[in-house]
């Protein structure tokens, strides 16, 4: 997906929030307070992170709360974030949909009376100067990884193959060069295959070439090593979720079995 193609982006971030909203719908209390994946966080604390980030980049107000427990934050963006998440553990997890509901209809409404060059003009993201467009993408991606992390604590799949699904899995592929070059240490004019099995489908052979690794179209010898898995567990891996030893059962390696383990290990793009 290209940033040009800014209305895709539109209806997959649309199309979370309304799968946000029918997935939440269908939550108890208790369910609601299950812990996810995402260090100190229930189900509820994501879907409040997702409503200050929206606040926030809407210009709709910060909170003034500050929480007191900061053991599991890593940096600025966690702390500002965990204010946010701290200030709605009061509320039933109905109340945080609600708003979440009426934050995202506003946020709707918004885009969809913006101009196209709100979307084309550059702006400051998360990875630097870029246009809004990507900016939204990451939005997008963002607000999926957390419906994931929301479903897998609870057992209930959904949105595997997505419109959202197709652009996190694409995003995080972007660091894949990296991830087999300088963190998992392939060797110089060696090659990989990554093969993303579904529901989301990808597949990368990744050369490294002078010492930089590049996806390449045909490797020049026979790949060294490939590892296949489906995309729920790469979107794991990839965002830090569990690390690669306890899905080592999802992992299928071939050739340098040591290799791949360090791919697998070596996945986590996030901050």
Same mark, same amino acid.
């Given at each position: 997906?290209?940033?040009?193609?800014?209305?895709?982006?539109?209806?997959?971030?649309?199309?979370?929030? =309304?799968?946000?909203?029918?997935?939440?719908?269908?939550?108890?209390?208790?369910?609601?307070? *299950?812990?996810?994946? %995402?260090?100190?966080?229930? =189900?509820?604390?994501?879907?409040?992170?997702?409503?200050?980030?929206?606040?926030?980049?809407?210009?709709?107000?910060?909170?003034?709360?500050?929480?007191?427990?900061?053991?599991?934050?890593?940096?600025?963006?966690?702390?500002?974030?965990?204010?946010?998440?701290? $200030?709605?553990?009061?509320?039933?997890? $109905? $109340?945080?949909?609600?708003?979440?509901?009426?934050?995202?209809?506003?946020?709707?409404?918004?885009?969809?009376?913006?101009?196209?060059?709100?979307?084309?003009?550059? *702006?400051?993201?998360?990875?630097?100067?870029?246009?809004?467009?990507?900016?939204?993408?990451?939005?997008?991606?963002? %607000?999926?990884?957390?419906?994931?992390?929301? &479903?897998?604590?609870?057992?209930?799949?959904?949105?595997?193959?997505?419109?959202?699904?197709?652009?996190?899995?694409? &995003?995080? %592929?972007?660091?894949?060069?990296?991830?087999?070059?300088?963190?998992?240490?392939?060797?110089?004019?060696?090659?990989? =295959?990554?093969?993303?099995?579904?529901?989301?489908? &990808?597949?990368?052979?990744?050369?490294?070439?002078?010492?930089?690794?590049?996806?390449?179209?045909?490797?020049?010898?026979?790949?060294?090593?490939?590892?296949?898995?489906?995309?729920?567990?790469?979107?794991?891996?990839?965002?830090?979720?569990?690390?690669?030893?306890?899905?080592?059962?999802?992992?299928?390696? *071939?050739?340098?079995?040591?290799?791949?383990? &360090?791919?697998?290990?070596?996945?986590?793009?996030?901050?």
């Amino acid at each position: 997906m290209t940033t040009d193609n800014y209305k895709l982006t539109l209806q997959s971030l649309y199309e979370t929030w =309304v799968a946000l909203a029918e997935f939440g719908a269908s939550l108890t209390e208790d369910q609601w307070k *299950t812990p996810t994946k %995402c260090p100190g966080w229930s =189900v509820q604390d994501n879907l409040s992170h997702l409503i200050g980030t929206e606040r926030s980049l809407g210009g709709l107000g910060d909170t003034t709360h500050k929480a007191t427990n900061l053991e599991h934050v890593k940096n600025p963006i966690g702390e500002m974030n965990e204010h946010q998440v701290d $200030a709605r553990r009061s509320l039933s997890g $109905a $109340a945080v949909l609600q708003e979440f509901n009426e934050i995202t209809k506003l946020r709707k409404a918004f885009f969809d009376a913006a101009p196209e060059n709100f979307f084309t003009d550059e *702006t400051m993201t998360p990875i630097g100067k870029a246009p809004m467009a990507t900016f939204l993408q990451i939005r997008a991606m963002d %607000c999926w990884v957390h419906e994931q992390d929301m &479903r897998r604590a609870l057992g209930k799949p959904g949105s595997e193959a997505s419109i959202s699904a197709e652009l996190s899995v694409d &995003r995080l %592929c972007r660091t894949l060069p990296m991830v087999v070059g300088k963190r998992a240490q392939t060797p110089d004019g060696a090659s990989v =295959v990554i093969n993303i099995t579904g529901p989301v489908k &990808r597949k990368f052979v990744i050369s490294v070439i002078d010492g930089r690794a590049t996806v390449v179209e045909t490797p020049k010898d026979k790949p060294v090593m490939e590892i296949s898995f489906d995309s729920n567990t790469f979107v794991e891996l990839a965002t830090g979720r569990t690390p690669g030893e306890q899905l080592r059962d999802k992992i299928e390696i *071939t050739g340098d079995v040591a290799l791949g383990e &360090r791919v697998a290990n070596s996945l986590n793009m996030m901050i």
